[in-house]
């Protein structure tokens, strides 16, 4: 079922912690966890104070959201999530990210640059390189750093032609390029004038339409005309689309690869999402057997209960197939043996209600036979006659009321037990 999440503001997704380490945000990943929707995820990276998050608040139809801050230092820390409804694909939900700007001058290490950047490239489906003045070759270095060797996954808004030569200068010159060329199968460039005099830049998001340059509002609209246009589902390979709670997989996998030391890699990413997926998946399909199978009124027909059994077992492994993601082998498709388990435990239910349904109503008709048992009617000349009378009549009673055999058995035994002394 398709989810519509509506985010007044955006919300920090990963941000750094006290300690200085990268850590997600649980706000976000709940947001994340309630979209059932393919995502379009676009990110964008770029020096700090060059009007990142103006060009993500202008994507989400909005002058305000992502913070623009006031001063030289970069304002946005970590990694800031917006989730907005796609404005021109229906049914699919437009993931913001806007990162800490690149350089700044309060941090003493630039280790967080490098994962932030990293974290960028790998989550989303487009990425936008802000850069102020030309893209040079440190910006080549920056964005080659994260994924060299990756593989064709997204889409860039950047562009630079390599050079031509052997030497190691110009391999290590052509290196980013190549990388870029290699990760950036479709690329695109914008150049953007400065929207106010420099001295009202600090106060971008409040000044009118009116006041901006007309150029720089026309090539904003041009920009989120084509990212709207261009940017594709986040899809990973074997043509799987990420929705929210998969998408929150994917953070996780890479924060915590990144806090252990290691290089993020989306092999290892997409497996671990896998097992959680898949994992999460059996556990929803076995909830969904055992919710429907508790909402049954107990006794019934062992017939009508195996049918209802294997309509809920059918619904459970759709359930599972929905949700199952890259469950190549059948490994958690086969886990849902446990409905077995199960469907036992509902029989033996079944037949406990069934006896103490029986015993219910055996005591409700035979209380006239056990009144004339106490009464001594049985005793008399005759009586055994006028028992086997009532006691047929018991039976017959007891048919009436859709008994089986095997009850019907345990009435004669009853009665004939009760009736030791008639003679």
Known sequence: MASRILMEEPVCLVGNGADGELEVN???????????????????????????????????????????GATVQSHTKGIWM?????????????????????????????????????????LSSTLVYNSKGTIDQYAMEQLQYPFGGQGKEATGLIAAPPSAGVSKKVQDYNLPRQCLRNFFPTRKCFIFVQPVSRQDISQLE???????????????????QYTFQESQPKTLKGGYRVN???FSSLVQSYVETILSGKVPCLENAVTSMAAIENEAAVKEAL????????????????????????????????????RSFKDEEQKYQKELVGIAKCYEDVIAKNEDASVKTCHALL??????????????????????????????QVVANFRGQGVDRGEETHLKEKTTMEAKGVK
């Not at 947001?31 to 964008?44: E, K, W």
């Not at 000349?381 to 028992?387: A, C, D, F, K, N």
């Open 26 to 68: 649980p706000v976000a990943l709940k947001i994340l966890g309630g979209i059932n929707q393919p995502l379009v995820v676009v990110a964008i990276v770029g020096l700090y104070r060059t009007g990142k998050s103006y060009l993500m608040n202008s994507l989400a139809g909005k002058r305000k959201g992502f913070s623009l």
């Open 287 to 322: 909830g969904h057997y055992m919710t429907e199978m508790e909402k049954l009124r107990l006794p019934m027909e062992q017939k009508e209960l195996s049918e209802v059994h294997w309509k809920c077992e059918e619904k459970a492994l759709q359930v599972l197939m929905q």
């Open 206 to 224: 409040s000044l009118p339409e009116s006041s901006l340059d007309p150029q720089f509002l026309d090539q904003t609209r041009k920009f989120c």
């Open 363 to 392: 005591e409700e008709l035979s209380a006239t036979m056990r009144q004339k048992l106490s009464e001594g009617v049985y005793s008399q000349p005759g009586g055994y006659e006028t028992y086997v009378r009532d006691r047929n």
């Open 244 to 246: 929210g709670r998969r």
């Open 82 to 122: 917006w989730c907005v409804p796609h404005p021109r694909s229906p049914g699919h939900t437009l993931v913001l990210l806007d990162t800490e700007g690149l350089g700044d001058v309060e941090k003493g290490s630039t280790k967080n640059d490098h994962w932030i950047f990293a974290l960028a490239v790998l």
